[in-house]
């Protein structure tokens, strides 16, 4: 399985942008999907995540009600639309996708995508 983020870039704060996360081979559908992110001298953080069935979904509580995940699959895509953005929101996101039932938990997931850099400025 390869995951190929991408979406990233410059964005003002109150601004909106959506990330993508192709995913490669047949099994997209047996997968839980993430997002992650890593802020500029942080540690990697959870965001966002969604079940396999899509039935559900789990957000961290800086990113609730703002940011929605989603994915689409005809064309084995996951996706993080973000909304009213933050200057903390600034961080390289991650996608990944995780063959256990555990959320949020970044050494449970088992593959990785490599990054798109988010900039949100002030």
């Known amino acids: 399985v390869q995951l190929q983020a991408f979406g990233g870039g410059l964005v003002q704060a109150g601004g909106s942008l959506r990330l993508s996360c192709a995913v490669s081979?047949?099994?997209?559908?047996?997968?839980?999907m993430g997002w992650f992110r890593q802020p500029p001298g942080k540690e990697r953080e959870f965001v966002a995540d969604?079940?396999?069935?899509?039935?559900?979904?789990y957000y961290a509580d800086s990113v609730k009600g703002r940011f929605t995940i989603s994915r689409d699959y005809d064309k084995n895509t996951l996706y993080l639309q973000m909304t009213s953005l933050k200057p903390e929101d600034t961080a390289v996101y991650f996608c990944?996708?995780?063959?256990?039932?555990?959320?949020?938990?970044?050494?449970?997931?088992?593959?990785w995508g490599q990054g798109t850099l988010v900039t949100v400025s002030s």
């Open positions: 081979g047949r099994t997209f559908s047996t997968y839980g």
């Open positions: 969604i079940t396999s069935s899509g039935s559900s979904t």
């Open positions: 990944a996708a995780r063959r256990t039932r555990v959320v949020g938990r970044s050494s449970m997931y088992d593959y």
